[in-house]
Every structure is written in C-alpha cells, then in structure tokens.
C-alpha cells in the first residue's frame, strides 16, 4: 500500500512539474511576443512621425509603411493560435473577428486599392492602431514580468474609449472611399459566366461589411468597458481582450 501511495506521489509530482514547464515556456513566448511587438509599433510610430516631419503631409505615409505594417498586422494573427491552443484564456471568435478585420482592412483596402492611400482617414485609423497596440502590448508585457506601472494600465483601459470610435470611424471612412474605385475595377469581383459558375460583388461584399460595424462595434466596445471595470476595481486580468 505505501508503495502504491508513494508511486501515486511521484507521478503527481512529475505532473505538476510537467505543467511548471509548460507554463513557463508560456509565458517566456509571450513575453518574447509582446515584446517583439511593442517594438514593432513603436517603430511604425517613429517612422511615421519622422516622415511628417521632413515631408510636412500625410501623402505618401502609408505607401512608407506599409510593408513593416503588413508584417506586424499580419503576424497577430498568432494571437489567434495562442487562444486556440489555451495558453491565452479568451474566445477564438473575438480575437479572430478582431485580427483579422484588421488584416482585410490591410491586404484587401488599403494595400490593394492604392487610390485611397493619401486619405485622411487611412492616416486616423493608422494613428489610432499604432498607439493603442504600443499601449496594449506593452500592458500584457509588463503583466506578464509582474512590473505593471499604473499608468500603463490607466492608459490600457481609458485611452481605448476615445480611441475604439476614431478607430472604427477611419476604417469605415476608408472603406467608403474605397467604393467607387471597386465599383469601377472590378477588383476581386467573379461575373458569370465563368468556368466556376459562381458570382461575387466585392463591391456589395464592402457594404456588408460595413454594415457589420453595427452589431460588432457596440458588443466589443462594451466588452472592453466591463474589462475595464474589472482591472480599474483591482481585478487582474492577463487575458487578450482588444
């Protein structure tokens, strides 16, 4: 019987050290993670401060930019991986909406349809993404080293209430203007006949998703107020929630 017990001991010891591993490793990469894209903001937002400085206007900013921003937006799609995976305890759904709504914005507005680069609300909704990750991804990096200074964390759940709508207010704008050079191209549209036999409007797919915008926009600004009330209350939370 001891013998059994003392077994049973030791295997929930290499347990419990299996899972100290794994945790560790956690929280090493996401330390690693964040980090790395904390620079990476911060280098778009010197990059674009310094190009408006020696250039004295916005035209020809994004054009600057845009292969590090490409790259930085694209590789958040990690995140993803990392709440599929359960090292990040939040919904798949929310973060994969939030990703990748950001990536379409990227590869399929403004990247592709170069008419609309020099618009005034490419340039809003780049300002407003590039301080709001410089400030959530710094938050996550200095939670996880257990170093949070308060007023990183006042600025993670205070700035996004005026940022989240400028935000969404630029996209919407840039997609908006988007509209009439996609009617006129063409672009990503399938007219029948074709061999696939299959028809699509990128055109009237743009409408959709803004109108989208609707319902999503009130359900994940809120979602971001009761986060807020939780952490500024003294609840500390690690979770990706934005």
Known sequence: MASSEEDGTVEEKENNNKRRTKSALA???????NIAMTAGWLVLAIAMMRFYIQKGTHKGLYRSIARTLKFFQTFALVEVG???????RTSVIVTGVQVCSRIFMVWFITNSIRQIQNEESVILFLVVWTMTEITRYSYYT????????Y???????????VLYPLGVI????????????????????????????????????????????????????????????????????VEKDD
């Open 142 to 149: 200095f939670n996880l080293l257990h170093h949070l200074p």
């Open 82 to 88: 990392h709440c599929a995976i359960g090292i990040i």
């Open 151 to 161: 007023f990183i964390k006042w600025a993670r759940y205070n700035l996004f209430i």
């Open 27 to 33: 929280t090493a990469w996401l330390t690693f993670y």
């Open 170 to 237: 630029g996209e919407l704008m840039t997609i908006y203007a988007a509209l009439p050079f996609v009617r006129r191209s063409g672009i990503y549209s399938m007219r029948l006949p074709n061999k696939y036999n299959v028809s699509f409007d990128y055109y009237y797919c743009l409408i959709i998703v803004m109108l989208s915008y609707i319902p999503l926009f009130p359900q994940l600004f809120f979602h971001m107020l009761r986060q807020r009330r939780r952490v500024l209350h003294g609840e500390v939370i």
